[in-house]
């Protein structure tokens, strides 16, 4: 009785990693993630446009595509992006990360917000009236960021407040002035987090066979 007690409980530790492991990888929902089709999938705005591999300038993380983006040199704070968005309800959690590149030939310079130019990866909600009540962002490149390397920008994690209907994944580039220098991104990825159904259920099971 002990020794099938034991393996019962080995069957079900086993059944409980398997459920969190495969709740920890959300399918990423981004069309055209890499940017090897162009801009296919991602609204536009500003200066973002698609380049493929052309070395040392354009150098992608992992395929043969970017995307890269500049200010659009107003003399007054603006804005370039491009982003995808996608129905969801209200409790919702989302998740979002990309990497990020300047080359040292049209670099970024400065030391970002608010004074000088930034890159940051974003998720915005937005209400049935098209406003934007949360979001979640952080900063993936400016002007301190090492040149010619790709870095990768931590995850970021938002859910969706009361009265969602939709929600934003973008990439953006602010130029608070007139500041030059262009940055590459690559490799984005952004998914709905599903909830781990069986975890409580499972290692309640677990837990019981100790009482």
Do not use: C
Not at 29 to 35: C, E, Q, R, T, Y
Not at 71 to 99: D, K, L
């Amino acid at each position: 009785m002990h020794l099938r007690k034991q393996s019962l409980v080995v069957a079900l530790v086993g059944v409980f990693v398997m459920a969190m492991g495969s709740a920890a990888i959300a399918q990423n929902m981004l069309a055209n993630p890499g940017f090897e089709t162009g801009l296919t999938g991602w609204t536009p705005f500003g200066n973002a446009f698609p380049e493929s591999v052309n070395p040392p300038q354009f150098v992608p993380r992992t395929g043969s595509g970017l995307v890269s983006m500049f200010g659009n040199f107003w003399g007054s704070f603006n804005v370039t992006g491009i982003f995808q968005e996608f129905p969801t309800a209200p409790g919702e959690t989302w998740e979002m990360s990309s990497s990020a590149r300047h080359w040292s030939g049209d670099a970024m310079v400065g030391v970002g917000a608010p004074n000088d130019n930034w890159v940051v990866q974003k998720m915005a909600f937005f209400d049935a009236g098209n406003n934007e009540i949360g979001n979640a962002e952080s900063t993936i490149l400016n002007g301190t960021f090492p040149t010619d390397t790709w870095h990768d920008a931590a995850m970021i994690v938002g859910v969706a407040p009361a009265g969602t209907v939709k929600v934003q994944a973008l990439i953006l580039y602010l130029q608070p002035m007139w500041a030059g220098g262009a940055a590459h991104v690559d490799d984005v990825y952004f998914a709905r987090r599903a909830p781990v159904g069986t975890e409580a259920s499972t290692w309640g099971q677990v837990k019981s066979l100790y009482r």
